[in-house]
């Protein structure tokens, strides 16, 4: 019990930050992009993605379709309806990972990090804008 009210505490927190952020975002979210970044980034999609099917896939749906396993665990897919995924990247490095209920505990080093979460922008889906 205590551990999903840490949870929620922490999402509260999230969805703030996220929220506040959001309006700021539309303009300082245009990374430059070269030949050489493009490599990189898809090499770090790529262990992105082998760190999520390791993980993370017991429970999300990783990829861009199918169901989770977990029936409270959103699809990966998904996460940008109620985040930013450049927020998740504090949530992440502040153990909101952590905080969710059933979930093993990880470690994860700032590279994990990143390249979970180029992961999942790279799955998520498009919507309107
Ligand atoms: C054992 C099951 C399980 C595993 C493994 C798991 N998750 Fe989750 N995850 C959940 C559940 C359940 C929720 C929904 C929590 C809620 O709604 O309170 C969740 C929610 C999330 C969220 C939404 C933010 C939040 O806290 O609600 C993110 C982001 C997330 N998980 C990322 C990951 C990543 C990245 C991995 C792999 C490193 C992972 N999860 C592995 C069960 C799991």
Known sequence: MLEITACRAMLAALLLSASCALAACATADTPATTASSDALESARIERGQHLAVTNC????????????????????????????????????????LVGHPDMPEFTLSPEDVDSLLSYIQSVQERRGA
């Open 57 to 96: 896939s017991g429970c999300h749906a990783i990829g861009r379709s199918g169901d989770s396993r977990h029936p409270m665990a959103p699809p990966f897919r998904q996460l940008s309806r109620n985040y930013h995924v450049n927020e998740l990247e504090e949530a992440f490095a502040e153990g909101v």
